[in-house]
């Protein structure tokens, strides 16, 4: 299985640009992380949008993270 984790940026672009739908081309699940689904809804009100995904059954809710490796990311990265 070909899986992968997006983030906010990409997501909200992706689907702007309506190519999220054309990751099943090279993906078989996108998992989106919780943080990820916090920042999009609150920023940009994207809660529709992505709940239209997830219903095409290729995006997932992801709950759970490593808590040593999101530490790890913040140094780099912010949340989402």
Known sequence: MR???IDS??????THLELASKLLFYFDRIYVPRQ???EVNRR????HR???????????RCACANA??????AFELDEG
């Open 3 to 5: 899986a992968a984790v």
């Open 9 to 14: 940026s990409a997501l909200i672009n992706l």
């Open 36 to 38: 990820v689904q916090v």
């Open 44 to 47: 940009h009100r994207f809660r």
């Open 50 to 60: 992505l709940n239209k995904l997830y219903q095409t059954g290729l995006f997932h």
């Open 68 to 73: 040593v490796n999101v530490r790890l990311l």
